[in-house]
């Protein structure tokens, strides 16, 4: 059994960041804590059932970002950064993240190559008019399956002072775990031969 309830924070992992997956009737958010060697804590996790364009969620990502933790210490802390996913409703996501700073929410996207760097700024992108657009500044890509590979690594590590230990808090529901290990990576052949690998449920 975990040695920290869901909704704290454990000793050492002092950075806090959230992640938000938009969907199309939903949004999926994870609380984080992160410590030396990419070890990390799983805080809290929910789900919100409106699309990210609903002011009713806008509103309670608003909340969120204000949101504080007990740590350790018995100390609040607050969140370092959100990094909300702008890739299917990126005007939707923009017009939230914009009412924020840049040092505060950035939005990303996930690029299936495995070759891609893990994490990159969005190269200045521009609308079907040529304006260049404003959220370019502070919009990422991340190399999806390198880091679910790195993810699925790290998830069967015990000792909590090995680099990149994943600590799970007391609470979690079963559905939780069910999408945290929801893919598997397949082999596909390609047309030219080549084999390709990707992520399938």
Known sequence: ESHYARGTIPAGHPIVTVGVDCQGDRVEWQVVAWGRDFRRAVVQYGVFPHHISAKECWTFLDALLKQEF????????????????GNAWTEDVWGW???HPSSKVIMVRGVPSEAAPLIARVKKERNKAGKLLAYSKRFYNFATSVLKMGLYRNLV?????????IALPRGLEDEYFKQLTAETRRAKRLKTGFIAYEWVK
Request: hydrophobic fraction near 35%.
């Open 70 to 85: 007990v740590n350790a210490s018995r100390r609040k802390v607050g969140i370092d950064l959100l990094a909300i996913d």
């Open 97 to 99: 993240a914009k009412r």
């Open 157 to 165: 590590k015990t000792d909590p002072l090995e680099r990149g230990h």
